[in-house]
């Protein structure tokens, strides 16, 4: 069968069974969109190519499916950037397609003509530049295979125009292999056996899960092996959801705003099980001084990941979720003895801490709203049942630290890069995957207004992602380093000129809600979440609230600022 | 305790595409690594290419160096050269200034080190010399006092020796 390169695009697609695209058309893509309208699969048109890009991530993150985005050549390519490195970093799979100008003019510095290729080498797992329309389904098959196995990320496919005009006989290629590539998915048993070796003689046990456990769908088998050996667990930002948040055994998340509790076990434990970690300094802190006291043992699919920031007793290669079913069946034909008794003083010890000094705030009624009442209430309301996206920055760690997720794929947030404006596509991409689910960012002042056009996308498409923005006039999470560490010199953070975001959401037709008192705040997040369509809330709330507790960069994370 | 660098040979074979050579001395300056010297050419497969590079790093980093080229999707096979157990070579072209008086000295020098001499002028010999760091780095110094007008140096390539 002869067909053109556009077709033998949707043909890749809908073998890969792609259901939704994130895009935004253009010259170089044109004869693409010609094709996609032919099909079934949905397009879903964005304002911008940064929205496309992490609206596929949000729609990733949370269907734990591969995400696809299709942009054009030049300016549309390099909009994508910031969102490609953004799912590099927390490793989602991703395919990335841009159009490129003709083979033959490539390198003349034509119209809309751009290195993509070049440009996202550092930022992408793998990417191409397909020359000659008889390599073009073997690389789309390898792009989505490259993007979801192993440790996942994006790939970008760069199509020139005529390519995707030019055809070639096309046959469906049933399955894809590179000599050169092959994750390890099968722990070795010998390392396996001297985890549980370590399991069984420590004291002071804890587990540290990260992002690779939601990857590898292994918060099930985590929670089983957190539980029969009574071991507690702490999770980085990525991690959040692997572990039930409410469970007895569950410390919170670790790290420059993590718990007293996390923090304070880290140093004290006698051995560290990292899972689908990576160990990266906003957990760490000072490197030297974390989790001195234990061997640790790392499990991970990336090889690369171990070793890199922190000495390891016993690394294990492999997949998260294979890795942890083994342990559990070992850990059934092991004598474990009597792990209650073992485990009381420890487990009691973090009893203390957890005490000593919890998660809190002060919510005087006549007061000014603090934004950690927002997310208590949000929490509540949405039994903590709710798709939450965020923003970057304190909006997005009072996040992390009140709304305790039970479940993995419920907290969508960019960790790694840390990407203001985030939150917004992500969510629209969220809710694309879970019409029927409450989708909710929660967003800074700030960062709303780096994507907010994607209102409009959220409104065309009628997805009724609803946006908490914690309103507190700065660039909050500056502001509070400026307040800590620079003297109250408040350099450019205030963000005095910001638009009526009530007004802005009617705007774009949607609806705009707006909270000044505490006592506002329950019923305007009720009537929010119960309104259909896109809903902006904007909550004005403390000025000068900071995030604690708050370990200074490079410092080691018991060294906790507390109030 | 702070663990001293030591040069480290590493070749790897890749697929022969463009792009490759650019993923790998790319990884070396996102990350920090250091280049010392590069090598690259087709092996008897024209689909697959050969790629020799020198750094120094100390162990550690050198584990991350390894992990990270066997991670890119192009690198077939990696293998540190460094030791006994592989052959090495280096290859450079010298142009000398050859005056009169300095002439046997230098024919007789290029004879010791096995050189050719691969063109002649009234005022300059260039040498082509072969032969592992070592040798090379003797052989630069003792031509050095006459006056190296131009040099050309290879890096370091570097095979297995094959099992007996
Ligand atoms: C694209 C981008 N630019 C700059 C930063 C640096 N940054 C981190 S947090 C932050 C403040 C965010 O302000 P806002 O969205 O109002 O959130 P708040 O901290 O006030 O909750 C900034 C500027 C970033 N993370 N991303
Ligand atoms: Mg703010």
């Known amino acids: ?563 | 305790m702070i663990e001293t660098e030591e040069k480290h040979i590493l070749t790897m074979l890749v697929d022969n595409k463009p792009g490759v050579l650019s993923r790998v001395v790319g990884l070396f300056s996102g990350k920090g690594f250091n280049i010392d010297s590069l090598c690259v050419a087709e092996t008897i497969d024209p689909a697959v290419s050969r790629i020799t590079i020198v750094t120094q790093a100390n162990s550690l980093v050198l584990e991350q160096i390894e992990k990270q080229l066997r991670k890119l999707i192009n690198v077939i096979k990696l293998r540190d050269m460094t030791g006994p157990r592989a052959v090495k070579r280096e290859m450079a072209l010298i142009c000398i200034r050859a005056k009169r008086e300095s002439r046997d000295e230098i024919l007789r020098l290029a004879d010791i080190f096995r050189c050719k001499i691969v063109d002649v002028g009234p005022q300059y010999y260039i040498i082509e010399a072969t032969g592992d760091r070592g040798k090379m780095e003797a052989l630069i110094s003792l031509l050095k006092p006459m006056g190296i007008k131009k040099i050309a140096r290879t890096g370091s390539i570097a095979l297995y020796r094959e099992p007996d």
């Open chain 1, 1 to 563: 069968m002869k067909l053109n390169g556009a077709q033998i695009l949707m043909k890749v697609l809908q073998e890969e069974r792609v259901d939704t695209i994130f895009g935004f058309p253009g010259g170089t893509v044109i004869d693409i969109y010609d094709e996609l309208a032919k099909t079934d699969i949905r397009h879903i048109l964005v304002r911008h190519e940064q929205g496309a890009v992490h609206a596929a991530d949000g729609y990733a993150r949370a269907s734990g499916k591969t995400g696809v985005c299709l942009v054009t050549s030049g300016p549309g390519a390099t909009n994508t950037v910031t969102g490609v490195a953004t799912a590099y970093m927390d490793s989602i799979p991703l395919v990335v397609l841009t159009g490129q100008v003709p083979t033959h003019l490539i390198g003349n510095d034509a119209f809309q003509e751009v290195d993509i290729v070049g440009i996202t080498r550092p930022c992408t797992k793998h990417n191409y530049l397909v020359t000659r329309v008889e390599d073009l389904a073997r690389i789309l098959k390898e792009a989505f295979y490259i993007a979801r196995s192993g440790r996942p990320g994006p790939v970008l496919v760069d199509i020139p125009k005529n390519v995707s005009v030019a055809k070639t006989d096309y046959k469906p290629i049933e399955k894809v292999s590179i000599n050169s590539y092959s994750p390890t998915y099968e722990p070795n048993t010998k390392q396996l056996k001297k985890v549980m070796k370590l399991v069984k003689e420590a004291h002071r046990p804890m587990i540290f899960a990260g992002g690779g456990v939601i990857l590898s769908k292994a918060s099930a088998e985590l929670t089983t092996f957190a539980r029969k050996i009574r071991i507690p667990v702490t999770m980085s930002l990525m991690g959040l959801g692997a572990f039930p948040g409410n469970d007895p055994l569950s410390l919170g998340m670790i790290g420059m705003h993590g718990t007293y509790r996390a923090n304070m076990a880290t140093a004290a434990c006698d051995v560290l099980i990292g899972i689908g970690v990576r160990f990266d300094d906003r957990v760490t802190g000072k490197t030297d001084c974390f989790a001195a006291q234990a061997k640790i043992v790392h499990i991970d699919i990336d090889p690369t990941s171990i070793r890199k920031n922190v000495t390891v007793a016993v690394p294990v290669v492999g997949d998260c979720r294979i890795s942890l079913q083994h342990l559990n069946r070992m850990i059934d034909e092991a004598d474990l003895g009597d792990l209650e008794a073992k485990r009381n003083p420890w487990l009691r010890q973090i009893e203390e801490w957890r005490r000593a000094y919890k998660l809190a705030y002060d919510q005087n009624p006549e007061g000014s709203i603090k934004p950690q009442y927002v997310i208590d209430c949000l929490y509540r309301l949405t039994n903590g049942k709710a798709l939450i996206t965020t923003e970057v920055g304190q909006n997005q760690m009072w996040t992390a630290q009140y709304y305790h997720f039970e479940k993995p794929g419920h907290f969508l947030s960019s960790g790694g890069l840390g990407t203001m404006g985030f939150g917004l596509p992500a969510a629209i991409g969220a809710q694309a995957a879970f019409p029927g689910k409450p989708v909710v960012d929660v967003a800074g002042d700030g960062s709303i207004q780096m994507n907010i056009q994607e209102m409009a996308t959220a409104v065309e498409h009628g997805l009724p992602v609803k946006v908490v923005i914690l309103n507190n006039g700065y660039l909050g999470m500056v502001r509070q380093w400026q307040q800590l560490f620079y003297d109250r010199r408040y350099a450019a953070t205030c963000m005095n000129c910001a638009p009526d975001f009530v007004l802005l959401a009617q705007a774009y037709g949607a609806v705009g809600l707006r909270a000044e008192r505490p006592s506002e705040v329950e019923p305007v997040l009720r009537k929010g979440l119960e309104t259909p369509g896109p809903v902006i809330m904007d909550f004005r709330v403390e000025k000068e609230e900071c995030v604690y507790p708050m370990v200074p960069a490079g410092a080691p994370i018991t060294e906790m600022l507390l109030a």
